[in-house]
């Protein structure tokens, strides 16, 4: 692998329209290049707080759709600790035309902003001095991991996230549940968060059979739910083995919703009873915390397509499914104590959370 810190670049295309008056131009600019360097020393700030999640969460849609969270958080790790990086210099900006060698997609407007990092190579303290470029989505500035395509190529190789067979392929609920909780226990440890996370327990009720949980009787027809009482995601397998012949994501779908309920819990996320407000930063009304596990399956399956293990009509079935299946009918008020979201809010935060990670699940409604 090439020296990582000459190899970690950041990105941000501008897309707006520059007027024409050329005051109005150069202030736009000017905007655009304080607001790039704003966000690159936000990435190098986490960078030396080692909070490696977060720099993966600012990289730009179309790194995420090719870089897996496991690469790039390990080569981070690798980089910031062996090579003892210190305070970094930002040593000027300028607007330029630019193309990712990794893919080959060019960015007009981009954002090169040139620094300096002093770090560590075989016990002698260097300097490198090297660009950044950030583009703009979606209103917010974003980087891109890999400064060509056998870097990231190599990264995946040696942190996880290699390609592999599709994820529907085989035991579906074996499958999906032991891609679920491996990529949950990587993102918690990734963070420095003072939670632990436990994998849920996950039992499969027969066709015509019923458990008891500590919410409640499991009976068929139910699809799947969570129980937070004993931490335990019951799995219908009479509805998810028909519904498996018709869509075999949308099965992943459902079983990834319930175990973002999980998630939700571990981290002292609430559902607000009826008539209350959210008071609190963990409380939620029912239909934002149904909506942030919706995206929270979203981003699950961005890093899953990130290994290629999705097949390609597994993101539409899992959308025709919340489309045809989900969505609270008209008469339900998007503040009941029970409400999910429409359809086309589910769909919609489920494709958030695919093509924008984490930081797109913070729902409000």
Not at 196 to 222: H, I, L, M, R
Not at 331 to 347: E, F, L
Request: aromatic content about 12%; charged content about 20%.
């Amino acid at each position: 692998m090439p020296s990582p810190l000459r190899s970690i670049v950041a990105l941000v295309v501008l897309f707006g329209v520059l007027m024409s008056s050329p005051i109005v131009r150069a202030q736009n600019v000017e905007r655009d290049q304080r607001e790039a360097v704003a966000t690159a020393e936000e990435i190098f700030r986490l960078a030396e707080e080692r909070k490696f999640n977060a720099m993966f969460d600012r990289i730009h849609p179309d790194a995420q759709a090719v870089v897996p969270r496991a690469a790039a958080v390990g080569a981070f790790e690798e980089v910031y600790g062996a090579a003892q990086a210190g305070e970094f210099t930002i040593l000027g900006v300028e607007m330029v035309e630019w193309t990712w060698p990794v893919t080959g997609a060019t960015y007009p407007n981009t954002a090169e902003v040139r620094y300096a990092l002093p770090y560590v190579e075989d016990g002698q303290r260097k300097t490198v001095e090297a660009p950044m470029y950030l583009v703009d989505s979606g209103g917010g500035w974003r980087w891109f991991f890999g400064a060509d395509r056998e870097f990231v190529e190599t990264a995946i190789e040696r942190f996880g996230g290699a390609s592999g067979a599709p994820l529907t392929e085989g035991n579906l609920l074996e499958n999906v549940t032991r891609d679920l909780d491996d990529f949950y226990a990587d993102a918690f440890g990734y963070t420095d968060s003072p939670y632990v996370y436990e994998t849920p327990g996950v039992v499969v009720v027969p066709p015509n059979d019923a458990v008891q949980t500590e919410c409640g009787p499991a009976q068929s027809g139910f699809w799947a739910f969570y129980c937070p009482l004993d931490a335990t995601i019951y799995l219908d397998a009479g509805l998810l083995g028909q519904l498996q012949q018709q869509a075999d994501f949308a099965v992943a779908f459902v079983i990834g919703h319930e175990w973002a309920h999980h998630v939700q819990t571990t981290v002292g996320i609430e559902r607000v009873d009826a008539g209350e407000r959210p008071e609190a930063f963990n409380d939620l009304y029912s239909i934002e915390l149904e909506l942030m596990a919706d995206c929270f399956t979203g981003l699950w399956a961005l890093d899953v397509d990130t290994r290629g293990q999705l097949e390609a009509d597994d993101i539409d079935e899992a959308v025709r499914f919340t489309i045809e299946y989900l969505g609270d009918p008209e008469y339900i008020d998007q503040y009941d104590p029970q409400a999910h979201g429409t359809d086309q809010q589910r769909s919609e935060s489920f494709l958030t959370g695919y093509e924008g990670g984490f930081e797109g699940c913070n729902v409000t409604v």
